[in-house]
Structure formats: C-alpha cells, structure tokens
C-alpha cells in the first residue's frame, strides 16, 4: 500500500534533474557506441560508467529502503552496491595494466549480488 510519505518521496525530484540525468546517460551511450577516442579511453569511459552507475543506484536504492523500511528496496541497493565494487575492483585491474586474475577479488563482488537480486 502506498502511503503520503511514499508519494512524497516520488515527487521530491524536479524535471531538471531527470533531464540532467538523462542527458548523462545518452552522452555516455554516444561516447560507447561511437568509441571516438582510442581503445583505452573507450575502456575507462565504459567502466568509469558501469562503477557510476551501480553506485549511485545503489546509494539511492539504500536511502530509499531505510527511509521506507522495505526490504526489497535494501535487498536491491545491497546488489547493486555488491556489484559497483566488483566493477571497481575489475576497473582497478584494467587500469593497473596487469592481467585479470580469474578468478578475481572483482568475482567475489558480482557473484555477491546474485543471491540479492534474485
């Protein structure tokens, strides 16, 4: 049941931030399918993205499941915050120059978001 709280906390957000946002995003997409600078620019452009993405998600995410107290909303941020930190691990390792070890410590965060977003 959706309470006032809830509805408040949905209509928080004006439309410039949505459009900022989106913005971001569509920037990114072009930069990834257009790949305009060299192979490892595109890289970092892609993961610095994806460590983006998942932490700010789950960072939301979270907020928003301690302020309404529902599970499934802590239970997502918890996933997507187990995610972030393997791509950042991931990201770490591309960056160093060294090879990926398989299996890495990046493993231990995405296999750790499996049983919270399942």
Sequence with gaps: MTT????????????????ALGGIVLAWTV????SPF????????????????ALIGATTALRTGI???QRAWLLLGGGA???????????????SGR???YPSWADVGY????????
Aim: hydrophobic fraction near 50%.
């Design 4 to 19: 006032t709280g809830d509805m408040q906390l949905a209509v928080r957000r004006p439309l410039p931030v949505y459009v």
């Design 31 to 34: 930069l990834l399918v257009t």
């Design 38 to 53: 060299s192979d490892e620019v595109s890289v970092l452009v892609s993961n610095v993205g994806l460590v983006s993405a």
């Design 67 to 69: 302020r309404s107290r």
């Design 81 to 95: 915050l187990s995610w972030g930190v393997g791509q950042l691990i991931w990201t770490i390792y591309e960056l």
């Design 99 to 101: 090879e990926v070890p």
């Design 111 to 118: 296999a750790g978001a499996v049983p919270l977003l399942a």
